[in-house]
Structure formats: structure tokens, C-alpha cells
């Protein structure tokens, strides 16, 4: 069975810490490393997050670094009121022993990329000021990317506005940088991120099991749904993770897409022409914006989410 290269970038974040635990403990991912950025929390909290979530993974060896302290332009606007003061459900659970290693984000996807023997996929879990770094300061590592599969954008409705999904509403540059980078990319975005979710039950039976991932999953999960007061609760980050080792189960198609970077209401909106052939020659989206990226718009989600829960029963 091969495995798939991966390394996330994340702004754990409870749904973030789902994704984590599934990728350091699936058994065809070999996870590389992970890249911290601000995003639902701030910096030093999004690592100490991260590093627990490890802990809980039991998976030591994988390296974490620190990122962005804030947007290329503007400033932090963090989502605690979804994810808790600490930005993983304020669960109290001690400081990882473990340290956070000493290059920065962009040093660590340079190494990693540049070491790695087979082809890399990044999948960015939050804003995307790493990613647009990277980019911009080793465009020739840049080159080797298998491929780039982020949560962030939508084809329909936004949820930190209106218009904009909020990985990209937080640093709309960073993604228009990374849109435009030529690097195949996939936004699994909003049009399928709240859809693979866990019931309360669900949720109790893994804080009742003996593994620690599950414990730690349920856990999580309890808290994201006490926070929300809602049943089930999304797996969110995790079907971006998911899609990358299982695309038989997702559903894509290639669009043209713009990010608004403009100071307007649309601010951070992916724009996605989903016109018809005929309504698109007539009037082009914007051509020197736009990018060709690939969008994912349906799931099976029980097999998603079953995915998700067979992984993280599976080790102690
Ligand atoms: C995204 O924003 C964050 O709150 C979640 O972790 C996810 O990455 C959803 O818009
Ligand atoms: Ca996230």
C-alpha cells in the first residue's frame, strides 16, 4: 500500500485538530510535517495546540513549525468565539513537553519538499500567509509541489461574511497569491465542509473508549458542540485530509476562479464561474485574476465520516 506525502498547515482549532489526529495516525499518509499560522487563535496558541493534538496522536517524531503572527495585510481577526479562548475548546489539558522545531514555517516546507523522494501535497487548513510565503521566498522549491488541497473559499455562501469563507476572508492576498501560483490546486471549501459531521453519541462512544485518539476525538468533539449547541457537529478541516488519500468519494469539477481582494463587501470572496459555456465566452471572468482550480462540490458523506471514525479507533 502506498503512502501519500503530506504536510498540513493549520491554525488548530478544534476542526483542525480533527484533521491532525487523522492524518498522523492514517495508514497511508506519511505525514511530513505541519506548519502553524494564525488564523482562529493566535500564533503561540495554534502551536501548543498542535503539539497536544500530537501528543494525543502519539506520533513525536513529526515536526511543527511556527508561523505567521498575522495576515500580509491587516490585522488578526481570530474566530474564538467557535473555538474557545485557547482555540481548541478551552479542554485544560496540559502543555506538550514536546518542542516546537527551530526553523520557521517556510524553512521547514523548503526542507521538507527538498528532502522529500516522492512527490508532496501541502494541504493548508487555514489562511494561507504560509503558503503565499513560501511561495514568494522559495519559488524554485515551489516548483517541485505535487499539489496544493486547502480548506478555504466557496462556490455559494460564505460564513465569516456574507460573501467570504473565513480561511480566505482572513488574508485575501495570501490566497490570491496562491490561487494564481500555477500549482494545481483543489479549495474544498464551503460547499461540502459542513456536511461530514459526528452526533453527540457518536461522540460520547469515542470519550468512552480505551485508545487515546478516539478519547481525545470525542472529547473535542463534545466541547465543539457544547460551545455551538448544535448536533451533530461539522469534522470541517478533516474532509479537506480525507479527500486527498479518497477522492472517490468527492465529487470536483474545474472552474475559473477570482479572489476579491478589493476593500468592498466581497472582500476575501472566491469567485467561481459556474456559468455555462456559451454565458462564460460572452463575458470572460477576469482573465488576468482568474486561476484554474479545482473544486470540490459533493461527498458520500457517511463514508466520510465512517472514514474518519475507523481511523482514529484504530490506534492506541
Ligand atoms: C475554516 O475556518 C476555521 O474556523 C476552520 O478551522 C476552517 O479551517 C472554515 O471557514
Ligand atoms: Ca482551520
Excluded at 46 to 72: E, H, M
Excluded at 138 to 163: D, Q
Excluded at 212 to 228: H, S, V, W
Aim: hydrophobic fraction near 45%.
Amino acid at each position: 500500500m502506498g503512502k501519500t506525502s503530506i504536510i498540513l498547515d493549520v491554525d488548530t482549532g478544534i476542526d483542525d485538530a480533527f484533521a491532525v489526529l487523522f492524518a498522523a495516525v492514517h495508514p497511508e499518509i506519511k505525514l511530513l510535517g505541519i506548519t502553524c499560522v494564525d488564523g482562529n487563535t493566535n500564533i503561540d496558541n495554534v502551536v501548543a495546540n498542535t503539539l497536544k493534538v500530537l501528543d494525543a496522536a502519539q506520533a513525536p517524531d513529526i515536526p511543527v513549525a511556527r508561523g505567521a503572527l498575522r495576515p500580509l495585510l491587516g490585522q488578526s481577526q481570530y474566530a474564538e468565539y467557535v473555538h474557545g479562548a485557547d482555540g481548541m475548546g478551552d479542554l485544560g489539558i496540559s502543555p506538550s513537553k514536546r518542542k516546537v522545531d527551530s526553523r520557521s514555517a517556510v524553512e521547514l516546507l523548503r526542507d521538507l519538499i527538498e528532502n522529500s523522494s516522492e512527490p508532496v501535497t501541502i494541504v493548508p487548513l487555514a489562511p494561507l500567509t504560509n503558503i503565499a510565503l513560501f511561495l514568494r521566498s522559495f519559488p524554485e522549491t515551489a516548483k517541485k509541489i505535487h499539489r496544493i488541497v486547502l480548506m478555504g473559499g466557496s462556490a455559494s455562501a460564505g460564513n465569516a461574511t456574507a460573501a467570504a469563507e473565513f480561511n480566505v476572508w482572513h488574508d485575501p492576498e495570501a490566497a490570491a497569491i496562491v490561487f494564481q501560483s500555477g500549482v494545481p490546486i483543489t479549495m474544498y471549501g464551503l460547499d461540502v465542509f459542513m456536511r461530514p459531521g459526528i452526533t453527540r453519541e457518536q461522540a460520547n462512544e469515542l470519550q468512552k473508549s480505551s485508545l487515546k485518539t478516539a478519547q481525545f476525538g470525542g472529547a473535542l468533539a463534545l466541547a465543539f458542540m457544547e460551545r455551538l449547541g448544535v448536533s451533530p457537529i461539522t469534522l470541517g478541516d478533516y474532509g479537506a485530509v480525507a479527500s486527498v488519500i479518497r477522492p472517490d468519494l468527492f465529487t470536483t469539477a474545474m472552474f475559473d476562479v477570482v479572489v476579491d481582494t478589493s476593500a468592498g463587501p466581497a472582500r476575501g470572496q472566491t469567485i467561481v464561474d459556474r456559468r455555462d459555456a456559451f454565458l462564460r465566452e460572452l463575458e470572460p471572468i477576469d482573465l488576468e485574476d482568474s486561476a484554474k482550480v479545482r473544486v470540490t462540490l459533493d461527498l458520500d458523506v457517511d463514508a466520510v465520516v465512517k472514514l474518519w471514525l475507523d481511523t482514529i479507533e484504530s490506534k492506541n
